[in-house]
C-alpha cells in the first residue's frame, strides 16, 4: 500500500467513525425524547425541536426553524466542539394549540460517549451522568429528572431563582 493510499484509508476510518458516533448520539436522543413522552404522556405534536445557534455565552440561544418550518432531530442537533456534546433543544408546549400567548418549557439535551460509554447532561452547564440504554430503571430516572425540573419551574413564579438552572419558561 502506498503512503497516499494510507492517507486514504485513515481518512475514510475517520469519517466512517465519526458518522458512526454521530448516528447513536442521533439514536440515543431519539430514545430520551420518545421515552420522556411516553413516561410523562406528552403528546408528539407539543414537541419541537430547537436548533442552537453556535453562539457562546450570552448570544447562545436555541432557535425554532425559520418559516414556520419543523426541525427534524438530526436538523436540529449540533456538535459543540468546546464541549464534546451533542446539543439539541426540546421545547415542550403546555397550552392549546393557537392559544395566545403561548406557553411553553424548553431545555437542552446533549449527549456524547465517554471511554465508549454514553453520557448526558440535562441543560449545557447540566450534571454529565453515564446512562445505560438497555436499563429502563436509568432513563426512568432521567425522565423524572427532567419532570422534576420543569414542576421546579412552577412552583414560584415569581422568582428566577426557583427556576432550574437550563431550563426556561414562557412567556
Not at 24 to 31: D, I
Not at 94 to 104: E, K, N, T
Not at 107 to 135: A, H, N, W, Y
Not at 136 to 147: G, H, K, R, S, V
Amino acid at each position: 500500500m502506498s503512503k497516499y493510499e494510507e492517507i486514504c484509508k485513515a481518512n475514510a476510518t475517520v469519517r466512517e467513525n465519526w458518522s458512526q458516533y454521530r448516528d447513536r448520539s442521533w439514536q440515543r436522543l431519539w430514545s430520551i425524547v420518545n421515552g420522556l413522552e411516553a413516561y410523562c404522556e406528552i403528546p408528539p405534536e407539543m414537541v419541537t425541536f430547537l436548533r442552537w445557534n453556535e453562539g457562546a455565552g450570552d448570544a447562545r440561544a436555541y432557535v425554532e426553524a425559520e418559516n414556520g418550518m419543523r426541525y427534524t432531530l438530526p436538523g436540529a442537533t449540533v456538535f459543540d466542539k468546546d464541549d464534546g456534546y451533542w446539543h439539541l433543544g426540546l421545547c415542550i408546549t403546555l397550552s392549546r394549540p393557537g392559544a395566545i400567548p403561548p406557553q411553553w418549557v424548553y431545555f437542552v439535551l446533549c449527549v456524547t460517549e465517554l471511554d465508549g460509554k454514553p453520557m448526558v447532561k440535562v441543560g449545557v452547564v447540566g450534571k454529565p451522568r453515564q446512562i445505560d440504554f438497555d436499563s429502563p430503571e436509568q432513563l426512568n430516572a432521567l425522565y423524572e429528572y427532567i419532570f422534576e425540573s420543569v414542576m421546579k419551574c412552577f412552583h414560584d413564579s415569581n422568582k428566577d431563582a426557583s427556576k432550574p438552572i437550563g431550563f426556561v419558561v414562557g412567556p
